[in-house]
């Protein structure tokens, strides 16, 4: 459950050193729906939470979230109605309920079930014992008992205890215990004791005595469930009980339920019906249901470690804590509604002017003059107190002194009234100057109690606020937002850009000098400054909280403070110093906001003050606030920080000390807090996720922390928390947790992915590497095989040819004599010398192109046979098949085996007749054979040395897939055959296939039918 403190009220009193002031009240009711039933104790563990017993449930509260305890699994409380707790200085809780006792200390519960009857009330006394009072039901072992580890001593009769029963439970200072039932209250040592029995309790059957509270000076107080005379609030003195009376209070009056000394000895009281009464010293003060208490039936007190003093009722929880800023308004006595214009005279009276009222208030004492009734007039204007003690007050359109209770008007030299007063000052020669704003404005000056000189506008420009240097210039504050120096008849205005046409909204409100010479005015668009010549404006730039300013005054330490739009602003002195050499440096405010009682609002004439004690007095128009710097008691406790809760994908887990998330964990939600219940909507945090945040994460009053992006691993989360003065506790608290990874998260997988990685990379790396070396040892074999492929052209075609050329040129030269053959070889020399040197271009040429011609292979075959001697063989040539067209490169490669095969047979068979036939079929093949009569196997099994015919043929017909094979018998010739697959040497080979595959699919039978 979450609750958001709102100050309901506020309640007047006087503290110890009898200056006013003032407590926020809170309240949470039953009405409220926050209690299902009414609250009866109250207490503070050591670790900060406040626990509230109720009539049904237990609860924890930490300024903000309102929640049930829950015992531990396996374990209760001995009844759900609370009546009283104890929070023992170990940090453990004791709980008393309506059928036992319970102590809590986490994370165990532990039960005294043999304690019978209602727990009244526990006690840790000094020396650490745990006491507690009961009222038996069913046992008679004695009212008054004592914790003993896990058991329970009782006392009673027999022990020489004369109570079977007890109610109240205290130790005075001495070390004595207290106790009482119906009829009697006992003070016990441990071996002695002395009892008081009042004659009014005489057949008593109430409770008797309640409560009973030893006070710091020794004395003892008891209240009784009955009023009369020697009961109510008594006090024990010299073994004597006497009640407290003074003017405001007679406490035997008074029925008490419970009584409580807070940190300044002051005793509060709570009765039956009569809400609360605070004593300190002789004085009372009273708070009811009339000033905002949940109810007037009070039942317990406790006072928390920052000094906020909570009260159990019938009707809820209430909580005072003092304010900074305590206001000064019709509830206090101030017979005005509207507050004009404050004054705080040097004898200590404060002086408030409003309509039909000049109000004087010293202490609680407040004293008012009417209009009709001793005030000449209905409004108060301007108020000055002159350096005679004079009271010098703006009445309507006139100016009066106030002196011995009479007033005395101060008149124009024609006997005219002065004006309407909003603004007047004296200076050091005792001239007061006086501002009017009708029937025209003017700055009058007056002495000896005369007006002496004016200056009406536009000879003097128009002013609202008048204040006087120490080096008696008078200084104004003008409508135009601007300010104005008269010194020596000579007026200097000091215009700042930030100013407008004269206006209510630009106007100075207020104008004060410090006394370093500093002349500042309150405006709306900030502060306006001027020292020594030189200007400053400060605005929230610097720090301000809001640029609206209403007046301002300083304090006796030198700091100037502001009553602002929204709060009230403190600026030190040194930050002050800072900003007058540094115009743009961000300065180190101190901030009264409205949770600290400050209300303020504009007012027209003096709106700030500062009484001889100190105190600063503002008027706001419907009343006063004042504050005495001196007297604030700062926040010096960091707050106590607490992981509470953590959520995982909308999973609770307890904030243990760590916390193991399953895998997969996305959104993560952990719940923190921080126990300052001064004020906890200031209370600030900051946290960080140690492993993910690399810096502290504010986060203002927020009291979660998301994350939805964490990756598996070990975190530790921190948080630290300020109260709302800024004191950090820097130690705060930790959670350490874990997420667990998923398999593809392990680190053993996240291994094996690296591992794989590395393989992959090695891999590719080596495939890499083989690719080069494939393709350098691809390029070698190129050029090898180009090489090879050259030295068989060289071979076939121009080696060949030289050859016969050489044979020719041998055969003429064995003959020398016969001229017609030696022309003839010479003849068939020139023409094969020219077929060389056509082949030798036609192997230049086939390195940039085919060796052959784009004509059909036949038509090279034939040429080959043509260029052969006709004399040696008889040729024949045959072309079986449709001629195909061949691939270009099967084309050149079958056509060099079958040149080389009929240069063979011309050259070496020594047959007479060569055939040679072209085959294109389901495949292509060549046959040339001759009918040599000395031809064997032997001679074509490998080449004779220094000849590369036949292996040439062998390479050609393997590089394009053909099947070679050269046969030869002793007189039946050589054979040659070279066979290549149809699907390698004809172009058309792939249309024919998808032919084939149309056919087999029945496409071809489709449109045959068609057809």
């Not at 001593?153 to 200072?173: F, S, V």
């Not at 208490?293 to 909570?310: C, M, Q, T």
């Not at 061949?886 to 079958?898: M, N, Q, S, T």
């Amino acid at each position: 459950m979450w609750l958001l403190i709102s100050f309901t009220s506020k309640m007047m009193a006087l503290d110890p050193n009898n200056r006013i002031t003032q407590y926020a009240h809170s309240a949470w009711r039953l009405q409220d729906g926050l209690f299902s039933g009414a609250p009866h104790a109250i207490t503070q563990t050591k670790d900060g939470y406040v626990w509230i017993g109720t009539q049904n449930e237990l609860l924890r509260f930490d300024g903000v979230r309102l929640s049930k305890w829950e015992p531990p699994a396996g374990a209760q409380l001995p009844q759900s109605r609370i009546w009283t707790l104890l929070a023992s200085r170990d940090g453990s809780l004791w709980i008393g309920t309506d059928s036992g006792l319970a102590h809590w200390n986490k994370p165990e519960l532990i039960t005294f079930p043999k304690v019978d009857g209602h727990v009244n009330s526990m006690i840790e006394r000094q020396n650490g014992e745990i006491w507690f009072s009961r009222v038996q039901r069913f046992d008679q072992s004695g009212g008054i008992c004592k914790v003993l580890g896990e058991r329970i001593k009782c006392y009673r009769k027999p022990d020489g205890i004369p109570l079977d029963t007890a109610n109240a439970l205290a130790e005075d200072t001495s070390g004595n215990l207290w106790f009482g039932d119906s009829s009697i209250v006992v003070r016990w040592n441990g071996s002695s004791l002395r009892a008081f029995s009042p004659p009014a309790l005489k057949g008593n059957l109430s409770d008797g005595v309640t409560a009973i509270a030893g006070a710091p000076d020794g004395s003892v107080w008891l209240g009784f469930a009955i009023r009369g005379p020697g009961l109510g609030l008594q006090r024990v003195v010299n073994d004597v009980l006497t009640p407290f009376v003074t003017p405001e209070l007679d406490s035997s009056t008074l029925i008490v339920n419970t009584l409580f000394f807070d940190r300044q000895n002051c005793l509060w009281i709570g009765t039956e019906s009569q809400g609360i009464y605070r004593i300190h010293g002789r004085t009372v003060d009273h708070f009811g249901v009339s000033d905002g208490l949940s109810s007037n039936f009070v039942d317990a007190f406790y006072e928390d470690h920052e000094g906020d003093l909570w009260i159990a009722t019938s009707g809820g929880i209430d909580c005072f804590r003092d304010l900074r800023v305590a206001s000064f308004t019709g509830r206090e006595g101030l017979p005005m509604e509207e507050v004009d214009s404050v004054l705080a005279s040097r004898d200590g009276t404060v002086w408030a002017g409003g309509p039909e009222n000049l109000v004087s208030i010293r202490g609680r004492h407040v004293s008012s003059i009417q209009s009709h009734k001793g005030l000449p007039g209905n409004q108060v204007t301007s108020l000055l107190e002159d350096h005679a003690g004079r009271l010098w007050v703006g009445v309507d359109n006139s100016l009066f002194i106030y002196e011995e209770g009479k007033f005395r008007i101060v008149t124009k030299q024609d006997g005219s009234q002065v004006g309407f007063v909003v603004g007047i000052a004296e200076d050091r020669n005792q001239n007061v100057w006086v501002e009017t704003t009708g029937p025209r404005r003017c700055l009058v000056r007056i002495s000896n109690l005369k007006v002496q000189e004016e200056f009406p506008e536009p000879q003097m420009p128009a002013a609202r606020k008048l204040a006087v240097a120490q080096d008696g210039s008078l200084w104004l504050g003008l409508l135009s937002g601007d300010l104005a120096r008269l010194k020596a008849n000579e007026l200097d205005i000091f215009r700042f850009k930030n100013s407008s046409t004269p206006s209510m909204e630009s106007m100075v409100k207020e104008i004060f000098i410090t006394s370093d010479g500093a002349v500042f005015g309150a405006t709306s668009f900030g502060l306006i400054a001027w020292k020594n010549g030189t200007q400053r404006v400060l605005t929230t730039r610097n720090g301000l909280t809001c640029n609206a300013i209403y007046s301002l005054i300083a304090d006796n330490q030198g700091t100037l403070w502001l009553y602002t739009q929204c709060g009230l602003v403190g600026i030190p002195n040194a930050e002050l110093q800072k900003w007058w050499s540094e115009g743009d440096s961000s300065l180190q405010l101190y901030s009264v906001g409205a949770a600290d009682g400050a209300q303020p609002a504009f007012v027209p004439f003096e709106g700030a003050t500062k009484s001889p004690d100190g105190s600063l007095w503002f008027a706001n128009y419907s009343g006063l606030q004042t504050i005495n710097p001196a007297n604030i008691r700062g926040n010096p406790i960091p707050p106590p920080v607490h992981i509470e809760n953590v959520i995982a994908d909308h999973r609770n887990y307890p904030a243990s000390d760590t916390i193991a998330l399953p895998a997969n964990t996305i959104d993560l939600e952990i719940d923190y807090t921080a126990l300052s219940f001064a004020n906890p909507q200031k209370v600030a945090f900051r946290y960080k996720l140690e492993g993910r945040d690399k810096t502290w994460q504010g986060a203002g009053a927020r009291r979660q922390a998301f994350y939805n992006d964490l990756p598996p691993g070990h975190y530790q989360f921190r948080v630290i928390a300020s109260n709302n003065d800024g004191v950090w506790n820097e130690r705060g608290a930790m959670l350490a947790f874990s997420i667990a990874p998923t398999w593809y998260q392990t680190r053993a997988f996240q291994a094996a992915c690296v591992v794989l990685a590395a393989l992959i990379v090695w891999l590719i790396y080596r495939l890499r590497v083989r690719y080069v070396a494939k393709s350098i040892a691809a390029r070698f074999d190129e050029r090898l095989a180009e090489r090879t492929r050259i030295a068989r052209d060289l071979h076939d075609t121009l080696l060949q040819t030289i050859q016969g050329s050489k044979l020719v040129a041998d055969d003429a030269l064995d003959m020398p004599s016969e001229p017609i053959r030696m022309r003839k070889a010479l003849e068939q020399l020139s023409r094969w010398l020219q077929q060389a040197g056509q082949e030798g271009r036609a192997a230049l040429n086939s390195l940039r192109g085919p060796v052959t011609s784009a004509d059909d292979l036949s038509d090279a075959l034939k040429r080959a046979l043509e260029a052969t001697p006709h004399d040696s063989l008889a040729t024949t040539f045959s072309v079986h098949g449709n001629i195909r067209q061949l691939h270009p490169i099967v084309r050149d490669e079958v056509y060099r085996i079958g040149q080389e095969a009929i240069r063979n047979a011309h050259a070496h068979s020594g047959g007479t007749h060569l055939d040679v036939q072209l085959r294109y079929m389901d495949d292509l093949s060549l046959r040339i054979a001759d009918d040599g009569p000395s031809a064997t196997a032997s001679n074509f099994s490998e080449d004779k040395e220094g000849h590369y015919g036949l292996k040439g043929m062998r390479e050609r017909a393997s590089r394009i897939g053909a099947r070679l094979t050269i046969a030869g018998n002793a007189g039946c010739g050589t054979e040659v055959c070279v066979v290549v697959p149809g699907g390698i040497a004809f172009q058309d080979a792939g249309e024919s296939r998808r032919s084939w595959l149309k056919t087999l699919l029945g496409t071809g039978k489709s449109r045959r039918r068609k057809s």
